[in-house]
Every structure is written in C-alpha cells, then in structure tokens.
C-alpha cells in the first residue's frame, strides 16, 4: 500500500509540473481564435493545445490533422 500511495504522488507531482509548464508558455489571443475556428474546438482546448505545442500555431493545427 505504501508504494501505491507513493505512485499516486509521484503522478500528482509530475501532472503538478507539468501543469507549471504549460502555463508559463505564451499563447497569443489571435491564434487561440484562430485555431479554435479552424478545428472547430471551444477556446479551452485552443489555448491548451498551443501551450502543448510551445505556443506553434503551425504544430498545433497539425496536431488536429
């Protein structure tokens, strides 16, 4: 149990990091709309898939391809 209880937070960790991460990653408003219309995704998940990218509005419209 005690190494269950160690994995989970481990994870909860890493999700924390990661997290941190993304959000110190600059999106620009223009491409959240943008990518939002084009791929046809509410604004959330724009900005979410430009901040996985590293802010590339290229990577992230091929990321929906």
Do not use: F, H, N, T
Not at 30 to 40: R, Y
Not at 43 to 58: I, Q, T
Request: some cysteine; aromatic content about 2%; hydrophobic content about 45%.
């Amino acid at each position: 149990m005690a190494a269950l209880a160690a994995s989970q937070k481990a994870d909860k960790e890493a999700q924390r990091q990661r997290e941190r991460e993304l959000a110190s990653v600059k999106v620009a408003p223009a491409d959240i709309d943008l990518l939002a219309a084009e791929a046809e995704v509410d604004k959330k998940a724009a900005e979410r898939r430009l901040r996985e990218c590293g802010g590339s509005l290229v990577e992230a419209l091929k990321s929906y391809l």
